[in-house]
C-alpha cells in the first residue's frame, strides 16, 4: 500500500522560503505515468493545488504561485519536496502532497505550516 | 485558467435523502473531472475519477455524471457518514479545484 508523509519545519517567518519534504513508501517515486502534487488548505477556505511533477521530471504549476514554487525531486530518498519563497501570512496551511494519475488517490495526512514571526 | 463553481455552497438534509451537487467549468475539460470528501483533520478521499468513475472501496451510492463543462455527484441515500465538504477537481488542464460543498445531516 503506497503511502506519503509530509515533513518540515511548522513555523516559517515571513519573506523566507517554505520548504517541505514528501516521503513515498511502498511504492517508487519514478513509477511511470504518475503525477506527484502539492495541495494546500488555508484555514477555514478550500483545497487549493499548487504544482505537480510528471513521473518524468516535467512540472507544472499554478499560474497564480508560479515565481515562487518549485516542486524537485530526489530518486535516491525516494521522495519529493515543495518550496515556496516570500512567504506571507496567507501562505499558512495544512499542506498536502499525493499521487495520482490525474485524480489523486493517495495523499499524506498533510501538515500545517503556519507564517508568523 | 479554467474556473470550477460548485453549487450549492453548503446542503443539509436529512439521512435516506438524494442529494446533488454541482459543478461547472469555465471551459470544457472533457471528462477530466474528479470528486473528493474531505473531512476534518483528514486527507481527502478521491470518490470518483474520469466523471463518473467510481473509485474501488467507495460505496455505491455515490455516482458522478457530465461531460464538457457541467457534472454532478450524487449521493443516492445520505448517511450519517457522509458530513463532509466535498470538492470537484479538473485535471484536463493542471489542475483547479472547486470551492467545495459542505454537507449536513439534520
Known amino acids: 500500500q503506497l503511502q506519503l508523509q509530509e515533513s518540515g519545519p511548522g513555523l516559517v517567518k515571513p519573506s523566507e522560503t517554505l520548504s517541505l519534504n514528501c516521503t513515498v513508501s511502498g511504492g517508487s517515486i519514478s513509477d511511470s505515468s504518475y503525477y506527484w502534487g502539492w495541495i494546500r488548505q488555508p484555514p477555514g477556505k478550500g483545497l487549493e493545488w499548487i504544482g505537480s511533477?510528471?513521473?518524468?521530471?516535467?512540472?507544472y504549476y499554478n499560474p497564480s504561485l508560479k515565481s515562487r514554487v518549485t516542486i524537485s525531486v530526489d530518486t535516491s530518498k525516494n521522495e519529493f519536496s515543495l518550496k515556496l519563497s516570500s512567504v506571507t501570512a496567507a501562505d499558512t496551511a495544512v499542506y498536502y502532497c499525493a499521487r495520482g494519475s490525474g485524480s489523486y488517490k493517495y495523499w499524506g495526512p498533510g501538515t500545517l505550516v503556519t507564517v508568523s514571526s | 485558467d479554467i474556473q470550477m463553481t460548485q453549487s450549492p455552497s453548503t446542503l443539509s438534509a436529512s439521512v435516506g435523502d438524494r442529494i446533488t451537487i454541482t459543478c461547472r467549468a469555465s471551459?470544457?475539460?472533457?471528462?477530466?473531472l474528479a470528486w473528493y470528501q474531505h473531512k476534518p483533520g483528514k486527507a481527502p478521499n478521491l470518490l470518483i475519477y474520469k466523471a463518473s468513475s467510481l473509485q474501488t472501496g467507495v460505496p455505491s451510492r455515490f455516482s458522478g455524471s457530465g461531460s464538457g463543462t457541467e457534472f454532478t455527484l450524487t449521493i443516492s441515500s445520505l448517511q450519517p457518514d457522509d458530513s463532509a465538504t466535498y470538492y470537484c477537481q479538473q485535471y484536463n488542464t493542471y489542475w483547479t479545484f472547486g470551492q467545495g460543498t459542505k454537507v449536513e445531516i439534520k
Open positions: 471551459q470544457s475539460v472533457n471528462n477530466f
Open positions: 511533477m510528471y513521473y518524468s521530471g516535467s512540472t
